[in-house]
Each structure stands twice: as C-alpha cells, then as structure tokens.
C-alpha cells in the first residue's frame, strides 16, 4: 500500500487525472501513457471493465493498485462513483501542433474562442472525438488540460489533438466562424481541412477572430431565441460536416 501511495504522489507531479472508468478506459484506448490507477475495491473494478470493456482489461489489471478506502479518499479528495482514478502523461504539444498545422487534414479543427466554462470545453472534446475532427484548440487563458476539462471530457483529450494557441497561430485553412450574422451553414459544405469556430459563451467571436475569419455562418434557429449552448452549436456544425464513415456490423 505504501508503495503505491508513493507511485501515485510520484506521477501527480504533472500528471492528468483521469477520474472515473470512463475516463481511464477512454485514455487506455487511445493510447495514453498512464502510469498508475488506484481503486480500493480491484476487483470490482476489474469486473466492470470485463463487462463494459473487456479491451482493456490487461492493462488495468497491469497498471491497477488497490489502497484502503480511506487512503483512496486522501488522495483523490473526490472519489469517482466508479471507484477509480488514474494519472497520465500529457501528450506532447509538438506532436498535436503537428497534426492541427497539417494543411492535408482529413477533419476539421475546431476553435473555441475565449471560452469561459470548463465543462463545456470537456463537452465539445468529447464531441470532437466521437466526431473524429482533428483537434480542439482554444483561445485566451483558459487551460484545455484543466482537470474540469478533463474530467468533462471522458479521457477523450488523447483522442485528438487538444491546445490553447492564440488567433495569430492558429493552424492553416479556412475559417468559419459561427456568428448570427453569417450564412445559413445549411448552404454551404464544410471542407476537411476547415476550422470551426465558436465564440465565448457570453460575447461570441472576438473581433480579432471574426476579422481572420474566412466565412461567417450561422446555424438554423428559431426567431427570439437567443443562442445555443456552446457544445450544441458545435454537434451541429460537425454534424453539418459529416462524422466517421459508418461501421458495418455483422
């Protein structure tokens, strides 16, 4: 046990926690380097990966430590429903800088401007991923890496490419900002190699941003409402442009 505790406090010097099964069995999947989970209950544990994922059942069970619950609640503080954590190796940023700058993309990168809330950065994460867009990037001084982000996400962050850059630097290709203003986007067809941009919640696109931008479009919408949420808009806009091809089952 002690042993453990001193592997867990080892790798949280710069580690992503990834809180929960979910999020663990997401970040196995795509390859993340995690370095160590805890559980007070391994079994229990392992039995509900057998049951929701057997795929990564060996390397839980390898990377897997069992603590007393009480030393589960000190070290997590907030213990998952699932009764597991992990800590990971972040990726590295040249690595995803490389794939948003690839001008041959076969997805969009999607923008989020100045974000101000933490879950629904996690949110669109997850949708980028289950999209397969190429990455997230954010704008102004909001952490896509932040444990909330994370923890909104599912572990999906290692299923594409997630950094904070600034206008000036983002990746190349066209640009559509989503802005009430634009073109219906119903009429328009999103290239792969497009960025999708979305503005804060409570000011929308920057003006710095909306002056990069190539198109503006706007997404259908009811009169005398408002707005979308943030993760809604951008389902729609990916949506718009298309997901995976479709898995044939047997």
């Known amino acids: 046990m002690a042993e453990a505790v001193v592997e867990w406090r080892g790798a949280a010097d710069g580690g992503v926690l990834l809180d929960g099964f979910h999020a663990v069995k997401h970040a196995l999947r795509f390859g993340a380097d995690v370095r160590i989970a805890l559980s007070d209950d391994k079994a229990a544990v392992l039995r509900l990966a057998q049951g929701l994922a057997p795929d990564v059942v060996p390397d839980l069970d390898r990377l897997l430590r069992e603590v007393p619950t009480q030393v589960l609640h000190e070290l997590l503080l907030r213990v998952h429903p699932t009764g597991v954590a992990a800590l990971a190796v972040r990726p590295a940023r040249e690595a995803h800088l490389a794939a948003l700058a690839d001008s041959a993309r076969p997805a969009p990168v999607v923008v989020l401007d100045n974000p101000r ?27 896509p890496w932040h444990p909330n982000v994370v923890r909104a996400g599912a572990g999906l962050h290692y299923a594409t490419a997630v950094e904070r850059l600034t206008v000036g630097t983002l990746p190349p290709g066209p640009l559509y900002a989503l802005d009430p203003e634009g073109e219906d986007i119903r009429a328009l067809t999103l290239p792969d190699n497009a960025l999708l941009a979305f503005g804060s919640e409570r000011h929308g696109i920057s003006p710095e941003l909306r002056e990069r931008a190539d198109h503006l479009v706007s997404l259908p919408m009811r009169p005398q409402v408002s707005s979308y949420n943030l993760a809604t808009s951008v389902a729609m806009a990916l949506f718009h442009w298309g997901g995976p091809a479709p898995v044939e089952r047997p």
């Open 117 to 143: 809330n933490l879950g629904n950065v996690g949110a669109v994460v997850r949708l980028a991923a289950g999209f397969g867009a190429t990455g997230v990037v954010t704008t102004g001084d909001l952490d």
